[in-house]
């Protein structure tokens, strides 16, 4: 490993404990009886841009366990995924990563 | 059906674009968007004035489901989010109706719908279908089923039928999306 400067070492490892500081949220996809498999998928590929195999695993996730975590970050991040996800008319939540 | 550009051209019945249009109308009245402003400051007003939610109501409780168990962060969600995702959904239902408007009256209806409006269009359906799921009272899986075999003398059976229809819509929009 090359030696850095201190002073940019320093900032550096400043940014990233702030992030790490953070307790990181997830955004969790429920079941529903009406939403239907194909769309779910869809919402997921289009909004996350998520390959259809990572859709389709998810989508079933959330069909067969009841609930999927479909997003990792920071609390805002997540309160607009959530919202996102609520657009689309996808029951979602949020909670603190376990 | 595709066209050259990605439009999709929607074939249909008369009594389809009455039917969508009432349908569409109604979820701008269920989600009572806050009025509209050029002026930020103005339109802020506007956003907490606007009357709340009616969330008695189980088809306002669905489009717009509390985003957390604990009820400190349901509320700061509803804060920060609520007047946008009303916004939002009225804005996606008023594409739809803007959409049906030259259909309206005509023997033989074509509605196109450009790429840059087909998320709005499957939002819309997807919220349709969400308020008659509530107005049928389907709340799991079984009710879903129980729906879906509804003898025709039953009184939900026309609400049913609508129910079945715009989840065909959607299904058909998909495919032509994504095919």
Known sequence: MTEQPDGGTAIQERVEDQRLGQQPWVCIVWNDPVNTMQYVTYVFQTYFGFTKEKATRLMLEVHNEGRSAVAMGTKDEMERHVAAMQSYGLWATMEPAA | ?179
């Open chain 2, 1 to 179: 059906m595709r066209d050259g550009d990605g439009s999709i051209v929607w074939y249909c019945l008369p009594f389809e674009v009455g039917l969508l249009e009432s349908m569409a109308s109604q979820l701008v009245e269920l989600v009572d968007p806050p009025a509209w402003s050029e002026d930020p400051l103005e339109r802020w007003a506007n956003e907490r004035e606007a009357a709340p939610l009616d969330r008695e109501d189980p088809a306002v409780s669905r489009l717009f489901p509390d985003a957390s168990s604990n009820p400190d962060e349901a509320s700061d969600f509803r804060r920060l989010m609520e007047a946008e995702l009303r916004s939002q959904k009225a804005a996606d239902a008023t594409v739809v109706l803007e959409a049906l408007d030259p259909a309206q009256g005509k023997a033989e209806p074509t509605v196109t719908i450009p790429v840059s409006e087909q998320q709005a269009w499957l939002r819309t359906l997807n919220a349709m279908r969400l308020v008659l799921g509530a107005r049928l009272g389907i709340e799991d899986e079984r009710d879903a089923e129980l729906v879906d075999t509804l003898e025709p003398e039953d009184e939900r059976t026309p609400v049913a039928d609508v129910y079945h229809w715009i989840g065909y819509l959607q299904s058909l929009l998909l495919d032509a999306i994504t095919g």
